[in-house]
């Protein structure tokens, strides 16, 4: 999560120069779409040769206790397509990812689309859950919070939004787990321990959502309240720097009730640095969460990609982390197009 | 808040709420009734730790795999329960000529694939012809046709295979046998990638126990479907569910909960912690493979012979390492290190290939001791210098010896932490550095190494295992380095051997050999732990009898003969006739919570946008 709030602070503190340059909308969406494109070619180039630079032969770690002779390990190399040169395996990359293929998993040996279209869903439902929960929760804690400032209510949501934004997210899920899945006491275990579905159960059925629904409560849970704080104190610091605006002075003045100039006045302008966050978190939901993931194996393409890394599977590597880097490139022009649409100052 | 909002939401989620629960329960009443009538299924459930890698039994690399293609295929010959010797499998009997030259398997008639065709000697041929054919095939399963050169099916009951010299190792075919008439249209080309899973709701054609019907390489479950007319008789399951757990404490919770009625792979410490619980039993099973710690024996290019690396050069004397097995405490390695989940190891046949095991008289065997070890070093010109320290026997120091360890490994941290201890107990310093796997093979390729921690699975014939050890593996999987003519003389001859007893005695002499010349110090055997619902399931014998594993073993015995408690198939654990109960399908729990999940996340939108809707109002 700290990862994610220094891509912000890095796309704010990137914020003044675009302030001093002039020429209007059109040339600032076009100066953002090429820079996004030109780093997606960066990352294509990066790619191919950041996963071959790691320690370990994909073929010595496949082939260790089961392959015996060197014919052997020859007929494997051949059949990985390994035994060719490196600008060639560069060629065959590009090809493969330009057919939008990405080649063969060396561990699945299934085309490494198909394995991220696989994963991808779980990944979207249990991360886009969690990401949209702990948005609206976190912007309406935060807002109370910074209202509140120093009463009881801000003292409790500040801390318990530490407390949980330090806690590692996979104790909290096994904490979860061992309470309302196991069962402690007198809580009945009443959440499944692991998976997605269960199986044999048809995923687009009424009873197969329900089921699904049933067996991410834990994990969505566990996610909402391990991202909350980060949104909650972002809006809580934003609302307290508006506080003492004039304008706020005025909404009070014109004898509008409290709830309003908080909602319809301090928060909207307080919303500016949460939207960016939001905006940028979104392109990491894909990238899935590992440890979640793990704690409750679902299936998703934060597990696939750290399994992939033990042997190393380049092809299903390479992938992954292309679809990785487009999505995190592709919203950080959606942030910073909306920025301009929110914040006309920083387009002139 | 206004009563009127008030009033609007509640009656909207109410309403709401009602739809949605009715719905749910109608579902929940209306699910018994389609199975209404008959019994419910037998399914037994099994957690395992990893994901299958492919069910093309020429890709995949898993012993998940592997347990899967044995429920879907059969083979030539398998493993006996007893000690995993040769056993008839499709093949009811074979035999030899004289010169070991050419093998005579006699198939039998009768059994089918799953589509109805019949299993035939031409399916078997077809299917070895294709690994002798090279590709993909070739790599996973060529070794076990070394020296085959033609393989033939003269009529639907015999299959011929002519070899260039004798094989010892055979009739060891562990390959599973695929359907000719749904291969022949799978090229070399297209099996690269061909997944071989269910297609269009048709399960998966093979002759096995069981059938694939849902599950795709890499996923978090697989489900399998009984076939009643297995040629071994009919299993006693109807169905046989896998699911994925990558953490193995909510994989013994499922097992409490009930979820899982088998778990595989467990830790020592979740046995201790299972042991006692009424309706499950936790075994530990022996685990045909070994830990080692392994020297670098003088790192040498292959071809040219010339040294490589940077070895510690007291390593390269066999009297220096043998006396170093004298200060390892295996005992403690086993207890502190594996939780005692293991035994403590002497040579690299473990001791449950019992026809192959070689036990080191006590003369020779090591037993923690360090003062032993210190003389042997004495005797064999390691003296001790004056600061405490053993020098070469020409004088000089012998500097730090660098444990690698596997990062990745706790036992493999573990095991070296200890010996670094009890080198410096006799005078020698050391130094662990820990590393991920894939770097460590880099460093150990380029000879620069003084020692490391890993270990090795052993196949039921030690072959293979003993090939590792040759001079011709240096630079493929030899990790040691270790040359020595002598052993690849018995090797050679060992292979072609075919007395059984001559062939033995030869296995355990190579044993003794490693042994004395010490390239690698094996500190432990490997243990299993496995825990099952015994209230629910019963009948499950290991292999090897006594003392092995329940799954994961050779073949699919224990799917096709456990069988649920109460069932009358096996008399022992009938008296406690719990009836088995294991559910398909989702629970009632599920309809409920999700159906309170889904009103919930309704309902809470409803307010929001009532909220909305509201303040717009009131402000207007």
Not at chain 2, 577 to 586: L, P, W
Request: aromatic share 10%; glycine share 10%; with cysteine.
């Amino acid at each position: 999560m700290s990862v994610r709030t220094e891509v912000a602070e890095v796309t704010a503190a990137v914020q003044p120069t675009e302030r001093r340059r002039r020429g209007g909308r059109g040339r600032y969406v076009l100066s953002k779409v090429a820079g996004s494109v030109g780093a997606l070619f960066f990352m294509l180039v990066f790619n191919f040769f950041l996963f071959r630079v790691l320690p370990g032969d994909p073929v010595r770690t496949l082939g260790r206790n089961r392959l015996v002779s060197d014919k052997q390990v020859a007929e494997l190399r051949q059949t990985l397509g390994l035994d060719q040169s490196l600008p060639r395996q560069f060629v065959t990359y590009l090809e493969n990812t330009f057919t939008g293929q990405f080649g063969l998993s060396f561990r699945y040996r299934q085309p490494v689309s198909g394995l991220i279209l696989d994963r991808l869903g779980p990944t979207l439902v249990l991360v886009g859950t969690a990401t949209v929960l702990s948005t609206v929760i976190g912007i309406y804690v935060g807002m109370v919070s910074a209202w509140n400032r120093g009463r009881p209510v801000d003292n409790v949501s500040t801390w318990s939004g530490l407390v949980l934004y330090s806690m590692p997210e996979w104790w909290l899920g096994l904490l979860l787990l061992a309470v309302f899945a196991v069962g402690l006491g007198p809580v009945p275990g009443l959440f499944p321990v692991n998976g997605l579905i269960t199986t044999g159960v048809d995923m687009w059925s009424v009873a197969g959502l329900l089921d699904m629904a049933w067996h991410l409560t834990l994990p969505v849970i566990t996610l909402t309240l391990a991202y909350v704080a980060e949104y909650s104190l972002i809006m809580r610091s934003s609302l307290l720097d508006e506080m003492g605006e004039d304008y706020l002075l005025t909404a009070r003045a014109k004898g509008l009730r409290d709830i309003h100039v908080r909602r319809r006045h301090a928060a909207r302008n307080a919303l500016l640095p949460t939207t960016t966050l939001v905006a940028l978190n979104l392109g990491f939901v894909v990238s899935g969460a590992i440890t979640i993931e793990t704690v409750f194996s679902i299936p998703g393409l934060g597990l696939l990609t750290t399994e992939a890394l033990s042997v190393p599977d380049y092809p299903l590597l390479q992938g992954t982390f292309l679809f990785f880097s487009a999505a995190v490139i592709v919203a950080n022009l959606a942030a910073n197009l909306l920025y301009g649409l929110l914040d006309p100052r920083v387009r002139t | 808040m206004s009563t009127s909002r008030l009033t609007r939401c509640v009656t909207w989620c109410s309403s709401l709420a009602l739809a949605t629960a009715a719905a749910a329960l109608g579902a929940v009443t209306a699910s018994p009734a389609a199975n209404g009538g008959q019994s419910a299924p037998v399914v037994f459930h099994v957690g395992i730790g990893n994901e299958a890698d492919s069910f093309n039994p020429f890709l995949g690399i898993e012993a998940e795999s592997y347990e899967m293609w044995a429920l879907m295929y059969d083979q030539m010959i398998t493993y006996s329960m007893k000690d995993m010797s040769p056993q008839p499998g499709l093949a009811s009997s074979w035999d030899t000529s004289n010169n070991g030259l050419t093998w005579t398997f006699h198939i039998r008639s009768g059994v089918k694939w799953s589509d109805g065709q019949p299993l035939t000697a031409a399916d078997i041929a077809y299917t070895y012809n294709r690994i002798l054919d090279g590709g993909p095939e070739a790599a996973t399963w060529g070794s076990y046709l070394k020296s085959v050169t033609k393989i033939t099916a003269p009529d639907p009951e015999t299959v011929l295979l002519t070899l260039s010299k004798p094989n010892a190792v055979l009739p060891l075919l562990p390959m599973p046998i695929i359907p000719e008439h749904i291969w022949k249209n799978i090229d070399e080309d297209k099996v690269k990638s061909y997944p071989n899973e269910p297609q269009n709701g048709q399960p998966v054609v093979g002759s096995g126990p069981f059938r694939l019907v849902q599950g795709t390489a890499g996923g978090s479950s697989y489900r399998f479907v009984v076939n009643p007319d297995y040629w071994q008789g009919r299993p006693n399951f109807d169905e046989v569910d896998f699911t994925v757990f990558k953490n193995g404490d909510t994989l013994v919770q499922a097992l409490e909960k009930g979820e899982i009625d088998f778990a595989e792979g467990l830790s020592p410490l979740d046995k201790r912690a299972l042991d006692g619980r009424s309706g499950i039993t936790a075994i530990l099973g022996d685990s045909p493979g070994f830990d080692e710690i392994a020297f670098n024996t003088g790192a040498a290019d292959p071809k040219t012979g010339k040294p490589i690396g940077d070895g510690n050069p007291a390593l390269q004397d066999p009297k220096f390492r043998y006396a170093l097995g004298f200060a390892i405490n295996n005992d403690q390695i086993v207890s502190k290190v594996y939780q005692g989940g293991g035994s403590a190891g002497d040579t690299i046949v473990p001791p449950s290939y019992s026809q192959y095991h070689w036990t080191p008289p006590s003369d020779v065997a090591f037993s923690y001791d360090p003062q032993r070890a210190g003389q042997l070093l004495e005797q064999a010109g390691y003296k001790m210098g004056s600061n405490g320290l053993r020098t070469m026997p020409d004088g000089s120091p012998i500097g730090t010896l660098r444990l690698m360890a596997r990062g990745e490994s706790p036992t493999s941290v573990g095991t070296m932490q200890y010996f670094k201890e009890w080198l410096n107990n006799i005078g020698i310093n050391a130094e662990v550095q820990t590393m991920e796997s894939g770097k460590l093979t880099n460093v150990i390729l380029d000879g620069n190494f003084d020692a490391f921690q890993w270990g090795w699975y052993v196949e039921p014939d030690p072959d293979s295992m003993l090939s590792y050890m040759t001079c011709g593996q240096r630079g493929n999987w030899s990790d040691s380095w270790y040359c020595n003519p002598a052993y690849d003389k018995l090797y050679t001859a060992q292979h072609s051997e075919m007395d059984q007893a001559t062939r033995e005695d030869m296995v355990k002499q190579m044993q003794q050999m490693l042994f004395m010349d010490a390239p690698y110090l094996v500190t432990t055997y490997g243990g299993n732990v496995e825990a099952y619902r015994s209230d629910r399931f019963t009948c499950f014998t290991p292999q090897p009898n006594p003392g092995g594993v329940l799954l994961f073993q050779y073949g699919a015995y224990n799917y096709v003969h456990a069988a649920p408690v109460g069932s009358g198939v096996c008399s022992s654990a009938d008296a406690t006739a719990a009836s088995a109960s294991s559910s398909s399908g989702i629970s009632m729990v599920a309809w409920v919570v999700g159906a309170v999940v889904v009103v919930a996340v309704l309902a809470g939108a409803l307010v929001l946008a009532l909220r909305r809707r509201a303040t717009a109002g009131q402000r207007a």
